[in-house]
């Protein structure tokens, strides 16, 4: 019984002189994560609003790098910034209703008009970066419309002007909403995902969700 107290207490020792040599190095690791951190930090809050923060990233590689900040994988930051500018508003809001189309054409997604009757109600960019590298990021902007009709959340890619979230809640339900022809389930998400977002099919069904009631659609990754 003796002998076996002093293995562990031999053992115990040894294991804070390991820990005692090794705190140094973790704690510079650290600290020069953070400080990294907080220049991508300054370098994105530099770009101006519509030049956006250039990716590197595949669409693929952007959703999964989404993913693993969604995981909670350290080493990432996430940046937000109010678009202000009423020209950027409205650059921002001509591509919206471009997607939107195309969502549309592709039967995805039900027949919404964004016309005047729906007021912006906030624009924001998000940027996800990983610390070590500013280039593999994803730029998103976050927009939100609302009319008497309903309320409309869209996430588009920075970069590219993909849709990778489509919220729409209906206020006013009419019986033609239903009958405009949406592509749902497997078919649906197939198309969002291998004819508007270029992945493949395993990537779809891992990455893609597509819902819709009667007082509401979504359609997008499910990351956001």
């Not at 990294?36 to 809050?45: D, H, P, R, S, Y």
């Not at 590689?61 to 409205?90: F, G, H």
Request: proline share 1%; glycine share 4%; charged share 25%.
């Amino acid at each position: 019984m003796q002998r076996i107290k002093v293995l562990f207490t031999g053992i115990g020792a040894m294991l804070l002189l390991v820990i005692i040599a090794i705190s140094p190095v973790l704690l510079s690791k650290w600290n020069d994560s953070r400080i990294l951190a907080q220049v991508i930090v300054e370098k994105i809050n530099e770009k101006d609003i519509l030049s956006m923060h250039t990716s590197k990233l595949s669409t693929e590689e952007k959703i999964k790098l989404l993913y693993d900040y969604n995981s909670e994988i350290q080493n990432y930051v996430c940046i937000k910034q109010l678009i202000k500018s009423k020209e950027d508003y409205n650059k921002i809001r001509e591509n919206i209703v471009q997607e939107i189309k195309e969502l549309q054409n592709l039967q995805i997604i039900p027949i919404v008009d964004l016309d005047e009757t729906y007021e912006n109600n906030t624009f924001n960019t998000v940027t996800y970066a990983k610390a070590t590298d500013p280039e593999s990021c994803v730029v998103l902007i976050q927009a939100t419309f609302i009319s008497e009709e309903g309320y409309l959340e869209i996430w588009i890619d920075g970069n590219d002007n993909k849709i990778y979230k489509y919220h729409f809640i209906n206020y006013v339900f009419k019986k033609e909403d239903m009958k405009s022809g949406v592509a749902l389930s497997k078919k649906g998400i197939v198309a969002y995902g291998v004819d508007y977002l270029g992945l493949s099919k395993e990537e779809v069904f891992e990455h893609c969700t597509i819902e819709r009631d009667i007082d509401h659609t979504y359609a997008g990754i499910i990351y956001l």
